[in-house]
């Protein structure tokens, strides 16, 4: 069998980011049960802000972004805290994966996702919320366990690194979990939505009664 693959996406764009770090240590995690895994840094991409004025013609590193995160089989999602909720980058990114609504199946369709925040205080999971409206929206599925990191600037060093061993094992046994339940999906196709269900979803929204 085909190691699933799993698409980390996030960070900020501050060079020592403490959300980047999470996600590096979850991707191992995923990476140690046994998964491809692959970093989507929104400082290096560098995505441009979205318009759908571009999507006729979008630049190359949002096709990048958009196929890739299409072709994973379970993401982990990290942001830091900004007033309450995600960063404008991490939220400009999931703006983007709204192109994918024109495929079969569309947007991010049985996708399994763990979802991540750092904050510096202790309200880390109003993020975890925010994105986990996100991921219901894109059709994935968020995995119950999530890590929402407080007191960042305590649990990370200045470059970034996990110096907190507790967290850096929750944030691990997030990407193991992941991938465990990918595999489930990937074992049993009755798990998945059927199109009749997601055109369903798409009449209610058309008809604005959702």
Known sequence: MV????????G??????RSRAALVAALEGAAGA????????L???GLPMYSPDLEASPPA???KLIDTCYRADGMLWSSPMYNGSVSG??????DWLHMLGSREPPYLHDEVIG?????????????????????????GWAVPYVVPVPQATRVFADSGAVQDELVEEQLRLLGEEVVRVAERFARDPGLHRQGECDDAVDRVVASGSA
Do not use: C, H, Y
């Not at 046994?34 to 840094?41: P, Q």
């Not at 980058?89 to 999931?94: D, G, L, V």
């Open 3 to 10: 190691p699933l693959k799993v698409v980390g996406l996030g």
């Open 12 to 17: 900020s764009l501050r060079r020592g980011s």
């Open 34 to 41: 046994g998964a491809r895994v692959e970093l989507l840094d």
């Open 43 to 45: 400082r290096e991409l």
């Open 61 to 63: 590193v949002v096709g």
């Open 89 to 94: 980058s991490f939220k400009n990114a999931i």
């Open 115 to 139: 979802l991540i925040s750092a904050a510096g205080g202790t309200q880390g999971l109003q993020v975890v919320n925010a994105m986990e409206f996100s991921v219901r929206s894109l059709r």
